[in-house]
């Protein structure tokens, strides 16, 4: 089971690579699309917060 997991890693990590190669553009695209997402949820959730707070 171990090596699954070993295998699984380096073939995403190997096609993260390949795609970053391939094509740059669409990587960056991807990576600031993650980042946004996460910087919105994050904004959301202090939202939430304040409001308890209040």
């Not at 997402?37 to 917060?49: E, M």
């Amino acid at each position: 089971m171990k090596w699954t997991k070993k295998i699984v890693f380096v073939l995403v990590v190997g096609f993260g690579l390949f795609y970053l190669i391939q094509q740059p553009e669409g990587a960056a695209d991807a990576v600031k699309t993650v980042f946004g997402a996460l910087v919105g949820a994050f904004q959301a959730l202090v939202t939430f917060f304040t409001s308890l707070a209040a």
